[in-house]
């Protein structure tokens, strides 16, 4: 038993020696990986609530799906939710990809769930359906109570699963359309009403290379980000979970990140 023991706690000495946590101030847990591979981490695998992250699992349920031309009713439900929302209505019938730019662009809570309980039924079969996803994703810190990123107790994920989630999300393009555009409209299918609104992901536009993905903030969470860059032929992710200085911080560690890589081939051309 002494043995195994040692070997684990060696195991993990050599994991924290290749994935230093080069940012130790930033947040509770991050995790920056540049074409996939993992530069720098902190906690990682520790559970925290995701806040609106939550809603890239939401879109990407609704993405392989494929409804998109859907009409979508906005059920009593939706129109009761709180938090960030654009004030939809019960009974209003929007497009699903509306729906969509407003889940991922704006972060709309009303959006978010008219899309749960049109796809699940009700939010409850909706959550089943992310658990299920999760796990399908190896996402073995995940667990979601709701399709939108309140808090509450049964509601987490890690930088890691987040990463996870995020590399599933890019496989889908019509999701990054909305995920990196700067501001939208979008209105009900009989004109009535309209609503405009911008991305809360302040690095999309001002950020060069920057597409995605998600940012979120509630009480317990704090500020959350999931942002992706490319460069060139190189990408880079960072989740960062409870953060301080949000976009500042974001902004640092995608630039050492991108400044690694160069670093890096420049030495490899070298040898």
Same mark, same amino acid.
């Given at each position: $038993?002494?043995?195994?023991?040692?070997?684990?706690?060696?195991?993990? !000495?050599?994991?924290? !020696?290749?994935?230093?946590?080069?940012?130790? /101030?930033?947040?509770?847990?991050?995790?920056?990986?540049? %074409?996939?591979?993992?530069?720098?981490?902190?906690?990682?695998?520790?559970?925290?609530?995701?806040?609106?992250?939550?809603?890239?699992? *939401?879109?990407?349920?609704?993405?392989?799906?494929?409804?998109?031309?859907?009409?979508?009713?906005?059920?009593?439900? &939706?129109?009761?939710?709180?938090?960030?929302?654009?004030?939809?209505? !019960?009974?209003?019938?929007?497009? #699903?990809?509306?729906?969509? !730019?407003?889940?991922?662009?704006?972060?709309? %809570?009303?959006?978010?769930? &008219?899309?749960?309980?049109?796809?699940?039924?009700?939010?409850?079969?909706?959550?089943?359906? $992310?658990?299920?996803?999760?796990?399908?994703?190896? $996402?073995?810190?995940?667990?979601? #109570? %709701? +399709?939108?990123?309140?808090?509450?107790?049964?509601?987490?994920? #890690? +930088?890691?699963?987040?990463?996870?989630?995020?590399? =599933?999300?890019?496989?889908?393009?019509?999701?990054?359309?909305? *995920?990196?555009?700067?501001?939208?409209?979008?209105?009900?299918?009989?004109? +009535?009403?309209?609503?405009?609104? =911008?991305? /809360? %992901?302040?690095?999309?536009?001002?950020?060069?290379?920057?597409?995605? @993905? /998600?940012?979120?903030?509630?009480?317990?969470?704090?500020?959350?980000?999931? &942002?992706?860059? /490319?460069?060139?032929?190189?990408?880079?992710? @960072?989740? $960062?979970?409870?953060?301080?200085?949000?976009?500042?911080?974001?902004?640092?560690?995608?630039? +050492?990140?991108?400044?690694?890589?160069?670093?890096?081939?420049? *030495?490899? *051309?070298?040898?």
């Amino acid at each position: $038993m002494k043995y195994l023991l040692g070997v684990l706690l060696f195991c993990q !000495a050599l994991a924290a !020696a290749a994935h230093p946590d080069a940012f130790p /101030k930033v947040a509770t847990a991050y995790l920056v990986e540049s %074409n996939g591979a993992v530069l720098w981490e902190k906690q990682a695998h520790q559970r925290l609530p995701p806040a609106s992250l939550t809603k890239l699992m *939401t879109a990407l349920l609704v993405s392989e799906l494929n409804i998109t031309g859907s009409p979508i009713t906005v059920s009593r439900a &939706a129109a009761r939710e709180t938090g960030s929302r654009l004030g939809l209505k !019960a009974g209003e019938i929007f497009q #699903s990809e509306d729906l969509l !730019a407003a889940t991922l662009i704006a972060s709309a %809570n009303d959006g978010c769930r &008219a899309l749960a309980d049109f796809v699940g039924g009700d939010q409850t079969r909706f959550v089943q359906m $992310m658990n299920r996803r999760a796990k399908e994703l190896g $996402m073995s810190d995940t667990h979601f #109570s %709701n +399709a939108c990123g309140h808090d509450a107790p049964d509601h987490f994920s #890690s +930088a890691s699963d987040l990463a996870q989630l995020a590399h =599933e999300v890019l496989k889908h393009p019509a999701l990054l359309k909305f *995920t990196g555009q700067i501001a939208a409209r979008i209105s009900t299918i009989d004109g +009535a009403r309209s609503f405009q609104f =911008e991305n /809360k %992901n302040e690095l999309i536009g001002r950020y060069v290379g920057a597409f995605g @993905l /998600k940012s979120g903030h509630t009480p317990n969470a704090g500020k959350c980000l999931i &942002a992706y860059a /490319k460069r060139s032929d190189q990408r880079v992710l @960072l989740v $960062m979970l409870r953060g301080k200085n949000r976009w500042w911080d974001a902004v640092e560690m995608l630039d +050492a990140a991108f400044k690694f890589e160069k670093t890096k081939s420049a *030495t490899d *051309t070298h040898k």
